[in-house]
């Protein structure tokens, strides 16, 4: 059974406030956590919101102290560009590592006994076939990554030993929108392959495929493409589900995605099959730290969620687009 009342920390970025609107959809309240550093204060609004820090001890007494139904938190905070990780890797131990920690601190202070760790796939070390399971070998490769495996053992470390449990999804490239359009990427000129296919239609310009000799099928990378609320309807099946999965265990690790790789060529003719606009492509050398790509594989999540992806990556293409269209309207910088 899903609580009726969920904290979400992150709940105004890009994936925390999309779980938000989820949660909104299937009857349960939303309460945000964000301190807007990368979140939208537009992505709170005629929601209940607290703008802090998650490692703030009397801000999170407060919200447990006005809202003493909260039954679970989903935990979305964190800094997420890869490059960014790579040049200020103590800003990303400290906002993802050390104020987690102060965050299930205060969370087992206030009694709160189920967590939802929202992980990262990139974790994984991959195997032959760029495909990875629950299974695979830890071999983070940025700091970013290295943040999220720390976290969750850090985590598993503490749900042994305080009464607190822990269920974290792991999953790779979040693509699309909210369908209803409420809430989407946040950044005007995003990094990822989607945005920069974005970037490029509007710009007229042509899209850059940075490495064209990998061992794919086609010679360019692969990635785990999956639509942002495809990944939120995981969250809210992992909330539903929490008690059962945990019932004789402390921890969980699940990976979500489509259980397929799309190689940057077959994006790109995803991408001109949706858009009225086609986009050329030049070619590119691989980048110094640039890799293959893998994608998850996700029998766990089928058979201990009942979930599986339901939208195509054609879907998440076009509901990217659509956001492309308002998203000026809707986050004025």
């Not at 709160?112 to 071999?139: K, N, W």
């Not at 990998?214 to 990944?231: A, E, F, K």
């Not at 730290?289 to 089928?302: E, L, M, S, T, V």
């Amino acid at each position: 059974m899903a609580p009726a009342k969920v904290l979400i920390t992150g709940g105004a970025g890009y994936i925390g406030s999309t779980i938000a609107s989820a949660c909104i959809d299937r009857g349960m309240t939303p309460v945000i956590l964000d301190s807007l550093v990368t979140g939208r204060r537009e992505f709170t609004r005629g929601r209940v919101f607290y703008e802090g820090d998650i490692a703030d001890g009397a801000l999170l007494d407060r919200v447990f102290t006005e809202h003493p139904d909260i039954g679970a938190v989903v935990h979305c905070a964190a800094l997420i560009v890869v490059p960014d990780s790579v040049t200020n890797p103590i800003g990303y131990y400290q906002a993802n590592v050390a104020k987690s920690l102060d965050l299930i601190r205060h969370l087992v202070r206030n009694g709160c006994s189920r967590l939802v760790f929202s992980s990262s796939a990139a974790i994984y070390s991959p195997g032959q076939d760029q495909s990875v399971t629950e299974e695979s070998p830890i071999g983070p490769l940025s700091p970013y990554a290295r943040t999220k495996a720390v976290c969750e053992q850090m985590l598993a470390d503490i749900a042994a030993a305080e009464p607190i449990k822990v269920l974290s999804l792991r999953y790779f490239n979040p693509i699309g929108a909210d369908p209803k359009l409420r809430t989407g990427l946040a950044l005007r000129e995003p990094t990822h392959a989607v945005g920069q296919l974005i970037l490029a239609r509007q710009a007229g310009l042509p899209f850059c495929i940075t490495g064209t000799d990998y061992p794919s099928r086609d010679g360019s990378g692969i990635r785990d493409y999956l639509h942002v609320w495809d990944l939120a309807e995981a969250h809210l099946v992992a909330l539903e589900s929490f008690d059962r999965v945990l019932a004789d265990r402390t921890c969980e690790a699940i990976n979500l995605g489509t259980g397929r790789g799309t190689t940057v060529r077959e994006l790109v003719a995803l991408f001109n099959e949706v858009s009225d606009t086609t986009v050329q492509v030049v070619e590119a050398p691989r980048r110094p730290g640039d890799q293959i790509g893998a994608f998850a594989r996700c029998d766990k999540a089928a058979g201990l969620l009942g979930w599986r992806s339901r939208f195509s990556i054609a879907e998440g293409i076009a509901d990217s687009l659509r956001w492309a269209e308002i998203r000026d309207d809707i986050l004025p910088d």
